[in-house]
């Protein structure tokens, strides 16, 4: 059983469409990651989020931590192909940084 | 300077071969990671190092053998290597939980 279910798995979009990422869990986290991975690289830290409810912006990203604290959603304001990568959100739980399985996603010019 | 740098970047072995891999950071960071990519993506954490004590180990075979000389480095040394070792291994480190610097991975493809 996945801890950290990412939806959609594969997004494939057009250059200046709006999209959201999804990461859901049945268990409570005290805080969620969200990292972005390119071909060939490793993850790089995007954002944490820490209070429930939160909001927190980077440019044309957006994510909110949940009031449960036991989901995120990640959402891009008119992607350009830069924003082409692997999201992956991530959740500190026993003692160990465990990831959800990505988004893959893709934003044509 | 690659705040974590890792060698190889490639590596391409037959099975029951012996391949280490190294990592280095210069950030000055406590905890050092090992973590396995699938094919299909999916990064699971194999090893986690806290200033050269083994703190975390995951189901991993034993055959895979990670080593700390000291908080810098964590080297993964890996013995009778199978088919299904083949994938992207990344080094980690970090001060802060959940605050990970990865290096670049190094593809292990076993032939």
């Known amino acids: 059983t996945q801890l950290l279910e990412q939806s959609p798995q594969f997004l494939s979009i057009q250059e200046g469409e709006n999209l959201t990422v999804y990461c859901n869990s049945s268990?409570?986290?005290?805080?969620l990651q969200w990292y972005r991975q390119e071909p060939g690289e490793g993850p790089v830290l995007l954002v944490t989020?820490?209070?429930?409810?939160e909001v927190k912006k980077l440019k044309r990203l957006t994510f909110q931590f949940g009031d449960a604290r036991k989901d995120s959603s990640l959402h891009i304001t008119a992607a350009q192909p830069g924003d082409t990568g692997l999201y992956l959100c991530?959740?500190?739980?026993?003692?160990?940084?465990?990831f959800g399985k990505g988004t893959k996603l893709t934003v044509n010019p | 300077d690659t705040a974590v740098s890792q060698t190889p970047k490639y590596l391409v072995t037959q099975m029951g071969n012996d391949k280490s891999i190294k990592c280095e950071q210069n950030?000055?960071?406590?905890?050092m990671y090992w973590y396995k990519q699938d094919s299909k993506k999916f990064l699971k954490i194999m090893f986690s190092?806290?200033?050269?004590?083994?703190?975390i180990n995951e189901t991993v075979p034993n055959r895979f053998s990670p080593k700390s000389p000291d908080k810098a480095h964590l080297n993964l040394h890996i013995n009778s290597l199978e088919l299904g070792d083949s994938a992207v291994y990344f080094c980690a480190s970090s001060q802060v939980p959940g605050k990970l610097f990865f290096g670049s991975g190094t593809q292990l493809s076993v032939l």
């Open positions: 989020v820490v209070t429930g409810g």
């Open positions: 950030l000055g960071h406590d905890t």
């Open positions: 268990s409570v986290f005290s805080s």
């Open positions: 190092y806290n200033n050269k004590e083994l703190i």
């Open positions: 991530a959740g500190y739980y026993a003692e160990k940084l465990v």
